[in-house]
């Protein structure tokens, strides 16, 4: 079974905060993908990346950047958290562009 | 226009029951289409690939229709386990990436 691991459930931040949020793949498949869920909106592409330090831009990339030194390793941060960030966050991982994504878990954060 | 559109229900039906969602696509060059299924604080998870001459799995039936650009789902004899969200996925055209709708929300009922 593929396994999308998101390092957290739950975070509560402060505004303006540094947030990091950690996923770790173990399919060794070549990409991976941050999103956010927010009521109405469905599922919005933060940032994806295709191999090891290469990341791209997704739809809502403001406010995020990304970092992928390890294969199986892709990590949202948040340069200074604020309270439009609060929301879903969700990792996914696929072997193939395009192709059936695996997600994690989530992460809820809640920025106060 | 959003992408994906898909009404967002939510369907409540009786066990048993028949129910089909719909969710249209705006793109025309989009080339593959899924529908994943989301069940309440989880994460989404692949229900099922549309193909271009439909498929089925079990109680659980994907059309395509080009032409009018929709996908369709269709869910027979509903059980209580099939309450969840959703969600139809368009992979885009231009950019290889997959496309989210919404979702939308079944509850089904004894």
């Known amino acids: 079974d593929v396994k999308v691991t998101q390092s957290s459930r739950y975070l509560v931040k402060r505004t303006g905060e540094k947030v990091f949020l950690e996923c770790v793949q173990d399919?060794?498949?070549?990409?991976m993908f941050w999103y956010r869920q927010d009521p109405g909106l469905g599922l919005r592409l933060i940032y994806f990346?295709?191999?090891?330090?290469?990341?791209e831009k997704g739809d809502i990339p403001e406010g995020y950047s990304v970092s992928r030194e390890k294969k199986e390793r892709f990590s949202l941060i948040l340069e200074s958290a604020s309270t439009n960030q609060t929301s879903m966050y969700l990792c996914?991982?696929?072997?193939?562009?395009?192709?059936?994504?695996?997600f994690g878990a989530g992460t809820r954060l809640s920025v106060l | 226009r959003k992408e994906v559109e898909q009404d967002p229900g939510p369907f409540n039906v009786p066990e048993g029951a028949t129910v089909a969602f719909n969710c249209t696509y705006s793109?025309?060059?989009?080339?593959?289409f899924f529908w994943y299924r989301q069940d309440c604080r989880k994460e989404p998870k692949l229900l099922m690939s549309?193909?271009?001459s439909g498929n089925e799995d079990g109680r659980f039936t994907a059309q395509l229709n080009r032409a009018s650009q929709y996908i369709s789902l269709l869910i027979r004899d509903s059980k209580l386990s099939d309450s969840a969200t959703y969600l139809c996925?368009?992979?885009?055209?231009?950019?290889?990436?997959?496309?989210f709708g919404a979702g939308t929300r079944l509850a089904v009922h004894p």
């Open positions: 996914a991982s696929s072997k193939r562009t395009p192709d059936i994504q695996y």
């Open positions: 399919m060794d498949h070549e990409n």
């Open positions: 990346s295709y191999d090891v330090k290469m990341k």
């Open positions: 793109n025309s060059a989009s080339q593959s």
């Open positions: 549309v193909y271009s």
């Open positions: 996925v368009v992979v885009s055209g231009g950019y290889n990436k997959l496309i």
